[in-house]
């Protein structure tokens, strides 16, 4: 099945210690994003690649970062994780246009 | 004025009932709209997308009303396993890659 794959599922980490989150998908999608989303909050939507060219949002910090190295595989790098960057990173693709986002399971990122 | 807004609940019914949920949003130059559903500590789903003319999937119809920047969804016979979060989303108007999120309606169904 055709699907959207994050990893790891939950990540723990401690406070400054660089962590790197996974995103592949088999939808051969052009655009990959990357949100963030805190408990009773909407998605926050980090960035977005549209094939290889890179979207920041103007309100991400810049302790946040992102690759995509090929269609299929978008990192999420997070240098150095503060207690307020707990929180469920969801991983997204669609094809171009106004279409439908399709979701991964998401990862849980502790900071202790 | 936020971008999409929608009443939070959260909105505790019976099984078997109807219940509605009501989203706005600002920009008339949307064209997309959608509803998703989102399980708790879980990824958004698509539940369905949102056209002029209303569109029905089995218990659930929306229907979007641009004249009045105005999207809904109906759930008849509501299941147990219809309890979570549905969020209102509307493409972007500036950028049609990006999507605008409410922050969802919470529906609880109870036995």
């Known amino acids: 099945d055709a699907m959207v794959i994050q990893n790891p599922r939950y990540q723990v980490t401690q406070f400054g210690k660089p962590v790197t989150l996974s995103c592949s998908q088999t939808?051969?999608?052009?655009?990959m994003y990357w949100y963030q989303q805190k408990s009773s909050q909407a998605p926050k939507l980090l960035f977005h690649?549209?094939?290889?060219?890179?979207?920041n949002e103007a309100d991400t910090p810049d302790n946040f970062q992102s690759r995509r190295p090929n269609t299929s595989f978008c990192f999420l790098d997070i240098r150095s994780p503060g207690l307020g960057d707990a929180a469920m990173y969801l991983c997204?693709?669609?094809?171009?246009?106004?279409?439908?986002?399709?979701f991964g399971p998401g990862t849980r990122l502790t900071v202790l | 004025r936020k971008e999409v807004e929608q009443d939070p609940g959260p909105f505790n019914v019976p099984e078997g009932a109807t219940v509605a949920f009501n989203c706005t949003y600002s920009?008339?130059?949307?064209?997309?709209f959608f509803w998703y559903r989102q399980d708790c500590r879980k990824e958004p789903k698509l539940l369905m997308s949102?056209?002029?003319?209303?569109n029905e999937d089995g218990r659930f119809t929306a229907q979007l009303n641009r004249a009045s920047q105005y999207i809904s969804l109906l759930i008849r016979d509501s299941k147990l396993s219809d309890s979570a979060t549905y969020l209102c989303?509307?493409?972007?108007?500036?950028?049609?890659?990006?999507?605008?999120w409410g922050l969802g309606t919470s529906l609880a169904v109870n036995p």
């Open positions: 989303v509307v493409n972007n108007a500036g950028n049609n890659r990006k999507l605008i």
């Open positions: 920009n008339s130059a949307s064209q997309s």
């Open positions: 997204a693709t669609s094809r171009a246009g106004p279409d439908t986002q399709y």
């Open positions: 939808l051969n999608h052009n655009v």
């Open positions: 949102v056209y002029s003319s209303g």
């Open positions: 690649y549209y094939d290889k060219d890179f979207n």
